[in-house]
């Protein structure tokens, strides 16, 4: 018996953290620069990230976002969790989880 249960318990463990991981996810954001043409415009900014935590993801994500908005992403400069949002805040300005 105590080797079904063993098992049985290393399963939980592995579903409640599979299940844990979007929550984490949903606490993703990433800081960008963009800039807009006629008359050139530049901003930084911060998103809350929908999709993956990393650079890669967030490049793709960010950029789709703004393009809808008439904005063209020139860089991600960084992915962090919600500990480096206080700290940007103030230089995003009016871009601070706008897009």
């Known amino acids: 018996m105590k080797q079904i249960l063993l098992p049985i318990a290393l399963i939980a463990g592995l579903v409640a ?3 844990a991981a979007p929550a984490s996810a949903a606490e993703c954001y990433a800081d960008y620069k963009a ?16 999709g ?4 890669q993801s967030a490049r793709a994500e960010v950029s789709a976002r703004l393009q809808q908005n008439g904005w063209t992403l020139l860089n991600v400069v960084s992915v962090f969790g919600p500990e480096g949002l206080q700290g940007r805040r103030a230089n995003a300005g009016r871009f601070y989880l706008r897009f």
């Open 52 to 55: 993956g935590c990393d650079r």
């Open 17 to 19: 953290t599979a299940l």
């Open 35 to 50: 800039k807009r043409d006629n008359p050139l415009k530049l901003h930084y900014g911060i998103v809350q990230l929908r």
